[in-house]
């Protein structure tokens, strides 16, 4: 939270890549063609009300000059039908085409979600959550206007002018050609409005993601924000990307209102040539006076749909580049899960066979030679300095990241031929960031794929992780709501209930990455008495800073600078008085 976070700008989208989009998002429309058919029939059914009001000008002039009292009820009869066919044009194309448009929504959201689920540790590592989100929210929905109002708008209107058009050449072509004159010009405002939505459009999500992020972050941590004196930073800091949406939507809004009336400037030019050439005999013919009204009535009733038509470019460009976005989502590759091997059960012996790592992009090694075996049932002691390549040690074993050299074997079988699914059956996981959710306790011990568990699994599982003593005190027991992230919960309860997780998913490799930094002296010292039963007949791997809490374990692994420097049980690294003596004596006298 600590620096301000860089601008993102999309990658621009080109014409060429502007269609596949669009094609690829209408794909998206093909399992509700009946729906999408109906709001199409609607269209057509307004578009012909629209230009029949046109053409019956020529009936209304007609009746003027004859008021019949036949004339008069067939006008009469004329306006409402003309009305009611059009209103029933507007319910069956906008419904339906709304229905189609959330229906989309609701499939891209799912489709995006789906594939964060499946991304690479690395991809979450590369992209802030904030943005993610947005991606998700405030990108999809504006896909939702180039599905709905825009796709409305341009069949609707669309129709309209088709309409329109095919009765004035029908009229008189001449005079038609003439107003098509103008034509050209407009194509030309036309196509740079839509370059230029388009690229504000991508600059306009990308200041929205960095929205979601800085706000995100600043709420996140708003009691660091506090103590620290960080309220006047975090404010400039979601000025800034405020401000520079407000100037992207700004641009947005004034090509929109320039180009807009430079179009209607342009029909107008076009009507006010036609009314001076009308006037010309040999170019009106045998036109009579209604022919004429309902030809000047049918060219300026275009004005509208035509502006619409060109003012919606501006949400068609802002979809298209919302879901270019969103499909790079979707198309990104999932993890690599090639491996097939999924046993039931693993006896748990794991073997780091000259193994190495190193972070994508990085030339550097962050781990490097470890070789080491550890026999099922083994607890392993992680310990060294900050930095050292702990946590990204045991981050390997559930393939959050792929070792780049050398091999990790469970049970003589390597990592990488186990499907991801069943290797990750076979390990518990306690981190020092617990990840709870905003659910009850009991949902939150038994999660995912052990929320099948009985109540009594459960209990039994709080117990040892010593969690009931506070769980029983709560206003609904297990059923208790604990907030967002656990916030209702102290540091050491939130503990406690990870713990709880990893015992009821009983599996045979158990990995605690700093798992009781977060207790008081006694509720470690209750963890602590716990912890030792719980790894009977387990293989564990422990990181603790604290010297103090592993001195029991099997093995003790030292790390540094990404290897392992020395092994062996605490009284036999105490006497060699190599690293881990020092460090020892340095926590030893850190506590005296």
């Given amino acids: 939270m600590s620096q301000a976070v860089p601008p993102t700008e999309p990658k621009p989208v080109k014409p060429g890549e502007s269609w596949e989009t669009y094609k690829r998002l209408l794909a998206y429309v093909k399992p509700f063609w009946l729906a999408f058919s109906l709001a199409v029939v609607g269209n057509i059914i307004y578009a012909a009300a629209s230009t029949g009001m046109a053409a019956a000008m020529e009936y209304v002039i007609a009746a003027i000059e004859n008021p019949t009292e036949q004339n008069r009820i067939l006008l009469t009869a004329l306006i409402i039908g003309m009305f009611t066919f059009r209103g029933i044009g507007t319910f069956l194309s906008q419904y339906f085409i709304s229905y189609v448009g959330r229906q989309v929504i609701n499939s891209l959201r799912t489709d995006v979600f789906n594939r964060l689920m499946t991304l690479p540790s690395r991809y979450f590592d590369e992209n802030a959550a904030g943005r993610l989100v947005s991606k998700l929210t405030f990108n999809v929905e ?123 400037t ?135 990241y792929e070792y780049t050299g050398g091999d990790i074997r469970i049970d003589g079988h390597s990592l990488k031929d186990f499907s991801l699914k069943a290797l990750r059956s076979q390990i518990a996981l306690v981190t020092q960031n617990v990840v709870l959710f905003n659910d009850s306790i009991a949902a939150n011990i038994a999660y995912g794929a052990l929320r099948d568990c009985s109540r009594e699994e459960i209990r039994e599982a709080a117990a040892k992780a010593h969690a009931l003593e506070f769980i029983d005190r709560m206003p609904e027991g297990l059923d208790t709501m604990i907030g967002d992230n656990g916030v209702m919960l102290s540091g050491g309860q939130r503990q406690r209930l990870a713990i709880a997780r990893a015992l009821l998913k009983d599996a045979p490799i158990l990995i605690l990455d700093e798992a009781t930094s977060a207790l008081d002296t006694e509720s470690e010292r209750h963890i602590q008495k716990a912890l030792e039963t719980v790894i009977q007949g387990r293989t564990t791997l422990v990181i603790a800073h604290r010297l103090s809490t592993i001195e029991s374990a099997d093995r003790i692994l030292v790390m540094d600078n990404g290897r392992i420097v020395e092994s062996g049980r605490h009284e036999e690294l105490l006497a060699k008085k190599g690293a881990y003596a020092q460090l020892h004596q340095m926590q030893f006298s850190e506590h005296s």
Avoid: C
């Avoid at 620290?228 to 405020?242: I, L, S, T």
């Avoid at 972070?359 to 392993?380: K, T």
């Fill in 266 to 400: 342009l029909v107008a030019v076009a009507i006010a040539a036609l009314v001076w050439t009308m006037l010309s005999p040999e170019i009106r013919g045998e036109m009579s006076t209604g022919q004429l009204v309902a030809f000047i009535t049918a060219a300026t009733t275009m004005a509208k749909p035509i502006r619409q038509v060109t003012s919606v470019h501006a949400q068609i460009q802002k979809g298209v580049a919302a879901a270019y976005d969103v499909f790079e989502t979707i198309d990104e590759a999932p993890e690599q899960d090639p491996g097939t091997f999924a046993p039931e059960r693993v006896e748990g012996n794991i073997e780091f066979d000259d193994m190495s790592f190193r972070y994508r992009d990085q030339l550097d090694n962050v781990l490097e030679g470890i070789s080491v075996d550890i026999p099922a049932g083994q607890s392993v002691a992680l310990v060294g300095r900050s930095g050292s390549g702990k946590s990204t040690l045991v981050s390997l074993l559930p393939r959050f």
């Fill in 142 to 264: 504006q896909v939702a206007e180039a599905t709905t109002n825009a796709v409305t708008i341009t069949l609707r209107e669309g129709l309209t002018i088709v309409g329109l058009l095919s009765f004035m050449l029908y009229t008189n072509w001449k005079l038609t050609l003439i107003f098509l004159a103008v034509g050209p010009l407009i194509g030309a405002v036309v196509s740079y409005a839509s370059k230029r939505f388009r690229k504000i459009s991508q600059r306009i999500q990308g200041s929205m993601g960095d929205i979601t992020h800085v706000a995100s972050e600043s709420i996140t941590g708003y009691r660091v924000v506090r103590t620290f004196g960080g309220v006047e930073y975090e404010q400039q800091r979601f000025q800034k990307v405020n401000d520079r949406n407000l100037k992207q939507s700004l641009k947005m809004a004034s090509t929109q209102a320039i180009s807009v009336p430079v179009i209607q």
